[in-house]
């Protein structure tokens, strides 16, 4: 069992940026995939980005690409989501979540661990 609180969103003009962070606790936390994930009002939740167990290799929704930059501090059992040059349509919940798998995957059935969620709202 991984237990995950994510941090960070709030309120912030667009072309702000926003430094997320999801603590885990529980189970090993460099045994996981870590991935974020975004749901906004009306919509399905999608992915944003993920991290492999290590660190050494990330994957990115093309909408965030060259904005966002996930990172990992697994002695500090945390996971980042840098976002650089926020637009409104970036307004969501943001969800952190943990694969036991090797893949980093983009489908949210692939995770099975999840945070609570943190708002960020980008206005325009």
């Known amino acids: 069992q991984v237990q995950l609180v994510e941090s960070g969103g709030g309120l912030v003009q667009a072309g702000g940026s926003l430094l997320l962070s999801c603590a885990a606790s529980?189970?090993?936390?460099?045994?996981?995939?870590m991935g974020w994930f975004r749901q906004a009002p009306g919509r399905e939740r999608e992915f944003v980005a993920a991290?492999?167990?290590?660190?050494?290799?990330?994957y990115y929704t093309d909408s965030v690409k060259g904005r966002f930059t996930i990172t990992r501090d697994n002695a500090k059992n945390t996971v980042f989501l840098q976002m650089n040059s926020l637009q409104p349509e970036d307004t969501a919940v943001y969800y952190c979540?943990?694969?036991?798998?090797?893949?980093?995957?983009?489908?949210?059935?692939?995770?099975?661990?999840w945070g609570q969620g943190t708002q960020v709202t980008v206005s325009s």
């Open positions: 979540a943990a694969d036991r798998t090797d893949t980093l995957s983009r489908w949210s059935g692939a995770y099975d661990y």
């Open positions: 529980g189970r090993t936390f460099s045994y996981y995939v």
């Open positions: 991290i492999s167990k290590s660190g050494s290799t990330t």
